[in-house]
């Protein structure tokens, strides 16, 4: 069996399209896997902030482009840049074991957001991740960065850039194994939530393709796959899309999903945060309920302010 993945050309994205490249070969002694490279429309627009060039599909379309043009088998994404709903003729066939979740503090003035000096200017793309740090440190300034792991390190340590301080995801780090920075800080879910998804990958294949989908069956991790759909079904049922300043964590354990999650204004202002538990069987309906605790606390105001 020979399988072409599709795969976005940024270093991470390479990077994990190789880990699922070498979680096939070792599942399966039947398959040859290469990798197809794609620019998709956020890559090639490094410059303006992500939520003025688009939201959904905005690292994900042209992959799903190919798919269904049948250049590729399957495409590999990170989760939480994925929508919500499938896309026409595709469906996420497999989500293997994920990464770290938290989001960490990449600053050299601090190990932690408190201790960060007032008036600190941190870095960060992720209206999310913006949101949450003002609602701790109203007094801190947010500035839009873009660009990969290594080009926000670099901005970063540039007096000229402005930066104090860079927030990213810790499963970028573990998978481009920047583990010897001592001057990244793990931030606890307490004070920032991660995205729905976030760790996570989303392996997507064609709806009609039985033969690609059984092979990666194989790779799919069932406590992930049971804690990030309740994570999206919380997203969905509110309404939004993955720019929103929404975030969600779901934790499984004894048969049993722990979820948390937020939403909140873009400047900070007001969180809505709501937690519950349901079995592991049923991760949709727990984060649809959460989304409907959210909503009657007012979370539809604060997304419509947002729009």
Known sequence: MNLIIGSRR???AQTQSNLVRQMLLVAWDDVAVQIELIDTRGDLNRHAPLPQIGGKGLFTAELEEALRQRRVDLAVHS??????????????VAIPERAGTEDML?????????????????GTSSLRRAAQVLALRPDLRIKDIRGNVDTRLRKLDDPAQGYDAILLARAGF?????????????IPPAQVLPAPGQGALGIQGRADDPETRRYLAALDHAPTRAAVTAERAFLAGLGGGCSLPVGALGRVSDGQIELQALVARPDGQRVIRVSGSGPISAPAALGHQLAQEALAQGARELLVSEA
């Open 174 to 186: 573990q998978r481009l194994e920047h583990t010897d920075l001592d001057h990244a800080h793990l």
């Open 79 to 92: 989760l939480k840049d994925l929508p919500v709903d499938d896309s026409e003729g595709l469906a996420v």
């Open 10 to 12: 940024s270093l991470l």
């Open 106 to 122: 990449i600053s050299r003035q601090a190990a932690r957001l408190e201790a960060l000096p007032d008036g600190a200017v941190v």
